[in-house]
Nanobody
Framework: VQLQASGGGVVQAGGSLRLSCAASGRTFSFSGMGWFRQSPGKEREFVAAAAWSGSSTYYSDSVKVRFTISKDVAKNTVYLHMNSLSPDDTAVYYC????????????????WGQGTLVTVSS
């Protein structure tokens, strides 16, 4: 499985950005895809995840009102729509794939993309 994230850039506070992550490989075995982020000096944190089959989505408390995760299964792509961005959202954003079975699949991710940098200026 290979993941290619894109869409990062510089945006002003209050602005919006959409990240994309295209997957290749054995996508039929995916349980879900997710987004994580890591700011300088901080640990990587979970942002959002979407089940590959069905409509279940999961969000961290810090983004659930402002960010939306969506997917296009036909394109093997997951998106992260980010609104009302603040400087605290500045980070490298990583997409990831979970192939874990069961309803807790979003707790474990098996494959990771290279990351895309989002910088929010004040």
């Amino acid at each position: 499985v290979q993941l290619q994230a894109s869409g990062g850039g510089v945006v002003q506070a209050g602005g919006s950005l959409r990240l994309s992550c295209a997957a290749s490989g054995r996508t039929f075995s995916f349980s879900g895809m997710g987004w994580f982020r890591q700011s300088p000096g901080k640990e990587r944190e979970f942002v959002a995840a979407a089940a590959w089959s069905g409509s279940s989505t999961y969000y961290s408390d810090s983004v659930k009102v402002r960010f939306t995760i969506s997917k296009d299964v036909a394109k093997n792509t997951v998106y992260l729509h980010m609104n009302s961005l603040s400087p605290d959202d500045t980070a490298v954003y990583y997409c990831a794939v979970s192939k874990e079975p069961g309803h807790l699949w979003y707790k474990t991710f098996d494959y990771w993309g290279q990351g895309t940098l989002v910088t929010v200026s004040s």
